[in-house]
């Protein structure tokens, strides 16, 4: 079974620059995750997908980040303008869900790391 | 509003040692799920265990056990005969009826030979 795919790896850019990722979560998987860490902390939830609608958003900055998953399969993320603290690794993540269910296990992609100069 | 608390940056064991990493968080939900992540240096994220809040029994995987007390709100994972391959972050998280992940800040574990 493939995992989640992103790319790219990685990126260097410019501030005021813009930048695009891309994921491909595993097949079958309703739900899918953007993540940013940064370097040191914990994943910070930046949106999420149920299908191609958007369960949460609550923590993406609206101004300069946006993101669509349409068909309901793979995903984009993308940065403009980019500001330093946009340096960071952007996870994808996703998991498969069945009803209500809430155990579901996520399954990540390698990330994609970025860089702001 | 839920969080996850993991208050270790980082912990270092000798090889074959046992090590218990902390984890606290804070609900008011009463259906929800705990989970231990490894994150290895530039690799992907990947689950160790998971735990299902109604459960009183502690999960177990091989040499990964967790400690879940429920009242206390504490979830602590224990690795046994530690490995060179366990080097890694960990992240606890947290999932609830709103589906959102909540992760903590991770505990950086180092395997002394």
């Known amino acids: 079974e493939a995992g989640v795919a992103q790319s790219p790896r990685y990126k260097i850019i410019e501030k005021r620059q813009s930048v695009a990722f891309w994921c491909n979560p595993i097949?079958?998987?309703?739900?899918l995750y953007w993540y940013q860490q940064i370097l040191g902390q914990g994943p910070k939830l930046l949106i999420q997908?149920?299908?191609?609608?958007?369960?949460?958003d609550s923590q993406l900055p609206k101004d300069r980040f946006s993101a669509e998953r349409l068909k309901g399969v793979d995903s984009t993320l993308k940065i403009q303008p980019a500001k330093l603290e946009d340096s960071a690794v952007y996870l994808c993540a996703s998991s498969l869900r069945t009803g209500t269910s809430i155990s579901g296990e996520l399954f990540f992609g390698e990330g994609s790391r970025l860089t702001v100069l | 509003a839920q969080t996850v608390t993991q208050s270790q940056p980082e912990m270092s064991v000798q090889e074959a040692e046992t090590v218990t990493l902390s984890c606290t968080y804070d609900?008011?939900?009463?259906?929800?799920?705990l989970f231990w992540y490894k994150q290895p240096p530039s690799r992907q994220m990947i689950l160790v265990i998971r735990?299902?809040?109604?459960?009183?029994q502690n999960a177990t995987e091989n040499r990964f056990s967790v400690n879940f007390q429920k009242a206390a709100k504490s979830f602590s994972l224990k690795i046994s005969d530690s490995q060179l391959g366990d080097a890694a972050m960990y992240f606890c998280?947290?999932?609830?009826?709103?589906?959102?992940?909540?992760f903590g800040t991770g505990t950086r574990l180092k395997v002394l030979a």
């Open positions: 097949s079958g998987h309703a739900t």
């Open positions: 997908f149920q299908n191609n609608g958007v369960v949460d």
């Open positions: 609900t008011s939900e009463s259906d929800y799920y």
């Open positions: 735990q299902e809040a109604y459960k009183q």
């Open positions: 998280a947290y999932i609830s009826g709103t589906y959102k992940y909540i």
